[in-house]
């Protein structure tokens, strides 16, 4: 049972002054005890204080450094690159909407002209900002309009986007481009990552029908109706449902 010490208190025999002797040790000792773990401390501080007023100061010219970086380098450079984008994604918009001169006009996108830069110059100058990782994937999309299907694999696969667009579309351009080198199986395998990048009404039908119809080519028919079932359950109002029985009879059928 605790005992503790009251105001006035006085061991009325020899038993109580023994526990009251035993606890009074027992407190010393603690408080003896803390002294020392106080006095140690104490003394490890003051013997590494320089090691950690080291360390201290390290952290924060990190910090500072860090922010002054930010401020002074990364946030200029990030401007500077913007507005270089615009001269080559005219080009590249130009292209694409273009019936004739594709392939010039994608060229200029890509290399640039007149000393203004292309995707390539501001991919190399402006390495690590949001415009070169952007340039990435209008570099990749342009070379696939000009049937370079390796160098837009070499470009689409530097591009990251967590945009629930553009990022499934990079990675089903990664998809077409394999699918043009005659390589089903790597292109089925970018056209799942296109369709888990995001659910959405515009590239996920898109990507479930070139899924569903590699998957076929390569005599996957389970998954290839799984990819099918999809677009007529989830995309019943898509361009891709519109044929999509029969595309089910064909996975449902083998043939």
Same mark, same amino acid.
């Given at each position: 049972m605790a005992?503790?010490?009251?105001r006035g208190f006085k061991p009325k025999n020899k038993a109580?002054?023994?526990?009251f002797d035993e606890n009074e040790s027992t407190t010393a000792e603690v408080f003896s005890t803390l002294d020392e773990s106080a006095s140690r401390s104490e003394e490890w501080v003051a013997k590494n204080q320089n090691?950690?007023?080291g360390v201290i100061g390290v952290i924060a010219v990190g910090v500072l450094g860090y922010l002054a970086y930010n401020q002074f380098v990364q946030n200029p450079k990030e401007e500077s690159a913007a507005n270089e984008m615009y001269y080559p994604q005219q080009y590249f918009d130009q292209a694409v909407n273009s019936a004739t001169e594709k392939d010039s006009l994608f060229n200029l996108a890509l290399n640039g002209a007149d000393g203004k830069y292309g995707f390539l110059d501001?991919?190399?100058?402006?390495?690590g900002t949001? =415009?070169?990782?952007?340039?990435?994937?209008? =570099?990749? *999309?342009?070379?696939?309009?000009?049937?370079?299907?390796?160098?837009?694999?070499?470009h689409l696969e530097d591009f990251s986007s967590d945009d629930a667009v553009l990022g499934a579309l990079a990675k089903g351009g990664l998809g077409d481009?394999? *699918?043009?080198l005659g390589q089903p199986a790597d292109a089925l395998g970018y056209y799942e990552k296109a369709i888990g990048h995001n659910a959405n009404d515009y590239t996920t039908p898109k990507f479930l029908y070139k899924a569903g119809v590699t998957a076929l080519e390569l005599n996957q028919k389970?998954?290839?109706?799984?990819f099918f079932q999809r677009i007529k359950d989830e995309f019943?109002?898509?361009?891709? =449902?519109?044929?999509?029985d029969a595309f089910i009879g064909m996975a449902k059928s083998g043939k």
């Open positions: 005992t503790y010490k009251k109580e002054q023994q526990q090691y950690i007023l501001i991919i190399d100058e402006y390495s949001k =415009a070169a990782n952007l340039a990435s994937y209008s =570099a990749g *999309m342009a070379y696939m309009n000009m049937n370079q299907y390796q160098e837009a694999i070499d481009a394999f *699918m043009q389970d998954k290839a109706l799984g019943s109002k898509s361009d891709e =449902a519109a044929s999509i």
